[in-house]
Structures are given as C-alpha cells and as structure tokens.
C-alpha cells in the first residue's frame, strides 16, 4: 500500500513538472517569437532612397561578407531580383505556394519591416553569378533602383511571393538589400 501512495505521488509530481515544462517552453517559444516578429525596421524608412544612400557608403576596397558570395555576386543578385520584377522572373513556384506560404512570408516580413532568408540562394532559374568587379555590380545596382523607382508599367508576379504592388516590391527590394548588407564589414 505504501509503494502504490509512493508510486502515485512520483506519477503527481512528474506530472505536475510536465505541465509547468509545456507551460514554461509555450512562454518561451511564444515571447521569442513575439521579440523576432518586432525586431525590425521602421518601415516607413525602408525607401529607395535610403537604399541608395546606404549602397554609395560603402567602401568596395574594405566591404567583406560573411557567407559564401563575394560582394560583386551579392550586389548582382540584388539587381537580377529588382530586374526581374519588371521583366519576369525566369521560374517561378506554384500558385499554390504563392498564395499560401509566400503570401504569408512576405506579410510577416512586411510587418516586421525586415526580411531573413538565405543568403546565398540564388534566383531560380537565374544566370549563374560572376565573381568580377563590385564596382561594376554595384553601377548596376544603382542604375536598376534608379529605374524601378520610376517604372510605370506592369510588374510581374514573385517567384515566390506572387503579385506585388509597386509599393509592396519597393518594400520586399529594400528589405532584401538590408539583409544582404547586414551581412557586410569594412
């Protein structure tokens, strides 16, 4: 008799240590996410124009990225996205996934006012980026923000987000550029 008020006693006290861990982690994952999701920018300042200002201050003789691209690829990649985004991206995930996940990414990012993702993948479907001069990357650069500030005619669907308004892709342009500069050191 003894053993079985032992036993039920240890079965109480687990227990009780089970709920206070699901409630404990619960606390955890829903305040960390509530610290990531306001972890962002001010998105009235995410404009072209301070994308531009951002891109002429850095120094190509001292930038360096962590990660697997050098900086005349990052600054290209950047570029092939906002050009893209006027001529059409060469491939594209289902509409499926457009309207759900993609949908639902980039709400979050545009909330937040900050995007993550990785780094180093590449557009799909993109020509395969060159190494060469950053200089050169980044005039591209430039010259493409330049144009898709004044672009009137039609954007095309994301790959992955689906149809952005022009105010949408300036956003989730901005919002790429800063990703892949926070990654940047001199």
Do not use: C
Request: no cysteine; hydrophobic share 40%.
């Amino acid at each position: 008799m003894v053993f079985l008020l032992e036993y039920f006693e240890t079965i109480m006290k687990r227990r009780k240590l089970l709920k206070k861990s699901l409630f404990l982690g619960t606390v955890g994952i829903v305040g960390g996410s509530g610290l990531w999701v306001m972890n962002g920018y001010d998105v009235e300042k995410l404009t072209i124009e301070q994308a531009l200002k951002d891109l002429t201050n850095i120094n190509l003789n001292q930038a360096e990225l962590n990660g697997g691209w050098n900086l005349s690829q990052v600054l290209n990649h950047l570029a092939q996205s906002i050009e893209y985004s006027m001529t059409g991206y060469p491939v594209h995930n289902s509409e499926r996934f457009k309207n759900t996940i993609g949908r639902a990414a980039f709400s979050l990012f545009a909330y937040r006012g900050k995007m993550s993702h990785n780094l180093i993948e590449a557009i799909p479907g993109a020509p395969r980026l060159q190494a060469d001069d950053a200089r050169q990357a980044l005039n591209r650069l430039l010259t493409v923000l330049n144009d898709f500030k004044i672009y009137q005619g039609d954007l095309q669907q994301h790959f992955a987000y689906g149809q952005l308004s022009h105010a949408e892709y300036t956003l989730a342009h901005v919002m790429h550029i800063n990703d892949h500069l926070e990654t940047l050191f001199t």
